[in-house]
């Protein structure tokens, strides 16, 4: 792309917004998502769902996007989508996001944010789109063709984060691009028709991406993950049943032992020290004991999460109740945005 801004010079915005979101909270809108195909797992909770707490109660305006229009971009199939949704919030609520500093809501519930995706479409080239890498990879990881949607998804990112004039936007590097775009797309309607949008930056994770337990990528797929959902013997389970190695001595090296590191990452994270201090406690008692004190670790650390999840999953009326009071707020502000946009462009009869 022209204009498009390399890694580092989004590191150093992202710090700079870093450093002055505790001094202006309010000069900022945070808008974030997560596409509803599973439940939340250690991975999210501390690559985001702690982050966005944060914003949220540093004062920022914090909205969070339930994707499910996104679900379909590389699947044929809607699902368990009611359940996904619904788990979502309950995962977003157990978490500690507040739904009456939160926005929390939908992509299929806001007709006129999804309209945006008109005048958007006009602004993107056929070649800009083709070139997005994660778009490429994503293709390729999921096997499915290449539909108008998968390839069009990352403008209908920037009506998600556009439609309520979102100008942080916590995400992985992976969702660069995608970023990237928006602001694109943003400064080319502000030129042709005159200033509606604001400028958008990435807000990356200053937390190391957590490792699943056999030092993958942590994903539900890859069975390496731990769901805020489990149950502490689910949890066991899936920590017992994860690969290690035939070294008895306990070491943390990521690259030539994954399995083992994993779990010294998980637990370090979850228990606040570091994996080579947690190594040298664990010496050779062998992976029985890694994986014991894994356990433990991530148990104690879930432990309220979980209670207020279980609470929250007794009372599915409030969970809808917070999921619609969000899609209307949210249709209030899509509104109002659709209407400054044909504004501008001179729609109005
Ligand atoms: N694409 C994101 C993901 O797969 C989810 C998402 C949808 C999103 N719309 C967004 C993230 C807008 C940030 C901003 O995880």
Redesign the pocket.
């Known amino acids: 792309m022209p204009n498009e801004r390399s890694y580092e010079t989004a590191c150093k915005r992202s710090d700079e917004i870093r450093a002055d979101l505790p001094l202006h909270p309010e000069s900022y809108t945070m ?5 509803p195909t599973g439940r939340l797992h250690l991975g999210h909770y501390f690559g985001t769902l702690k982050g966005r707490v944060e914003l949220q109660d540093l004062g920022v305006k914090t909205n969070v ?1 339930i ?1 499910d229009y ?1 679900v379909i971009t590389d699947r044929d199939t809607t699902e368990h989508i009611q359940d996904n949704v619904y788990n979502l919030v309950i995962d977003y609520l157990a978490c500690g996001i507040d739904p009456a500093k939160t926005m929390i809501y939908a992509h299929s519930a806001v007709p006129a944010a999804n309209q945006l995706m008109l005048p958007f479409l006009s602004l993107v080239s056929e070649a800009e789109l083709q070139r997005n890498p994660t778009v490429k990879a994503e293709m390729e990881a999921s096997g499915h063709e290449l539909t108008g949607l998968l390839l069009t998804y990352p403008v209908h ?1 920037a009506c ?2 556009l439609f309520c004039k979102g100008n942080v ?1 916590p ?1 992985g590097r992976d ?1 660069l691009p995608h970023i990237e775009l928006t602001r694109l797309i943003a400064r080319k309607f502000n030129n042709r028709y005159g200033k509606v949008f604001p400028e958008v930056d990435a807000l990356l994770s200053d937390t190391p991406l957590l490792p699943g337990l056999d030092g993958r990528k942590m994903s539900k797929s890859y069975g390496n993950a731990i769901s805020l959902s489990m149950t502490p013997e689910e949890t066991a389970k899936r920590i017992k049943k994860s690969q290690t190695d035939g070294e008895r001595m306990i070491t943390f090296d990521p690259e030539g032992r994954p399995g083992v590191s994993g779990l010294l990452s998980t637990a370090a994270i979850c228990s606040g020290r570091s994996e080579a201090e947690i190594a040298e406690e664990i010496g050779m008692g062998g992976s029985g004991a890694l994986k014991a004190f894994v356990t433990e670790a991530v148990n104690t650390y879930l432990e309220p999460i979980r209670a207020r999840r279980q609470e929250i999953e007794q009372d599915m009326d409030y969970v809808k109740d917070v999921l619609n009071e969000g899609n209307r707020r949210a249709n209030e502000i899509a509104e109002a945005t659709l209407c400054e946009v044909r504004e501008a462009m001179g729609m109005v009869y």
């Open positions: 808008l974030t998502g997560d596409r996007l994707a996104q990112q998600d984060i936007v995400v969702q």
